[in-house]
């Protein structure tokens, strides 16, 4: 079985400042997928990343895949209150292209 | 354009009765996924469908649930003899194409049952 571990669990941060979020695993991930969600919503998908090493950039967001294709990281530059949210990894099943495995997310707070 | 529409949105079961959750995808998409959120815990995977076959239920518990994606009309997710454990926050999304791990999901806003 394929395991996602996110840390922090909780993240608590004033507005503007810096922060980086990680999703681990000991399997390698075909891909990994980056998702937020809102409370009371679906989860959002922001970015795919595919190949190892990779970096995607999203305005303030910054997503690396790591050189084994077994972790991720995301990061975000001078936060705004409309960052919180819950953050979500997710990784593609090596067994099926369509099933994807979920850590239990990061919950980030920006404060005003 | 409206995406992935789930209903309800809030759904309270006395323990023993049934829980209906309906999903109707984006249009045009015939591939249908439900995920539960349970509290503290990350989205499993429960069942993927195809109009009128169910493709793969290794995430579905073996009694009491049950899926389908009729020709017509929505998905839904049925829960019979509902118990305090099955609430949770139920996800459903849609694809055009079968392969999500490139693509990703696109989740409707979820129902959120709760058994008392």
């Known amino acids: 079985t394929q395991l996602l571990e996110q840390s922090p669990q909780f993240l608590s941060i004033q507005e503007g400042e810096n922060l980086t979020v990680y999703c681990n695993s000991s399997?390698?991930?075909?891909?990994l997928q980056w998702y937020r969600q809102e409370p009371g919503e679906g989860p959002v998908l922001l970015v795919t990343?595919?190949?190892?090493?990779e970096v995607k950039k999203l305005k303030r967001l910054t997503f690396q895949f790591g050189d084994a294709r077994k972790d991720s990281s995301l990061h975000i530059t001078a936060a705004q209150p409309g960052d919180t949210g819950l953050y979500l990894c997710?990784?593609?099943?090596?067994?099926?292209?369509?099933?994807?495995?979920f850590g239990k997310g990061t919950l980030l707070t920006v404060n005003p | 354009n409206a995406g992935v529409m789930q209903n309800p949105r809030h759904l309270v079961r006395r323990r023993g009765q049934e829980a209906r959750l309906r999903c109707s995808p984006m249009?045009?998409?015939?591939?249908v996924y439900w995920y539960r959120q349970l509290p503290e815990e990350g989205l499993k995977f429960m069942v993927y469908?195809?109009?009128?076959?169910?493709?793969?239920e290794s995430g579905m518990p073996k009694e009491r649930f049950s899926a389908e994606f009729p020709k017509e009309g929505p998905s839904i997710l049925r829960i019979q003899q509902v118990v305090r454990g099955d609430s949770a926050a139920y996800f459903c999304?849609?694809?055009?194409?079968?392969?999500?791990?490139?693509?990703?999901?696109?989740f409707g806003s979820g129902t959120r049952l709760t058994v008392v």
């Open positions: 990343v595919v190949t190892g090493g």
């Open positions: 399997s390698v991930f075909s891909s």
């Open positions: 249009k045009g998409h015939s591939h």
């Open positions: 469908l195809q109009k009128e076959n169910i493709i793969d």
């Open positions: 997710a990784g593609g099943d090596g067994g099926s292209n369509y099933k994807l495995t």
């Open positions: 999304a849609s694809s055009l194409t079968r392969d999500r791990i490139i693509g990703g999901y696109t």
